[in-house]
Nanobody, 123 residues
Framework: QVQLVESGGGLVQAGGSLRLSCAAS????????MAWFRQAPGKEREFVGV????????AYADSVKGRFTISRDNAKNTVYLQMNSLRPEDTAVYYC????????????????WGQGAQVTVSS
């Protein structure tokens, strides 16, 4: 069982930056694929990015590619989402998610979830 706690959300102006953190309990963090998803009001939860167990070659949705970066520090049991050049359409609740077996872009594949962090980008 993995417990994920998110922090770092907030309100920023368009063009600004935020960094989200997702801290996992225990000492088995490196065994999990870690992903980020987001959900805007009235919309389905969508893929943002995913990191392998060792943090190599992260993959991103086209909508955030070149602006967002996933990194992970297995020694600290923490994964990060650095968000730059934010746009109003990035406004959403952001969730980190963990899976022990597979790398994927569908939220239905993930077993463990953070509580969500609100990110609001103003014009």
């Amino acid at each position: 069982q993995v417990q994920l706690v998110e922090s770092g959300g907030g309100l920023v102006q368009a063009g600004g930056s935020l960094r989200l953190s997702c801290a996992a309990s225990g000492r088995t963090f490196s065994n999990y694929v870690m992903a980020w998803f987001r959900q805007a009001p009235g919309k389905e939860r969508e893929f943002v990015g995913v990191s392998s167990r060792i943090g190599a070659s992260p993959a991103y949705a086209d909508s955030v590619k070149g602006r967002f970066t996933i990194s992970r520090d297995n020694a600290k049991n923490t994964v990060y989402l650095q968000m730059n050049s934010l746009r109003p359409e990035d406004t959403a609740v952001y969730y980190c998610a963990a899976d022990r077996t597979n790398i994927g872009r569908s939220y239905r594949q993930y077993d463990y979830w953070g509580q969500g962090a609100q990110v609001t980008v103003s014009s």
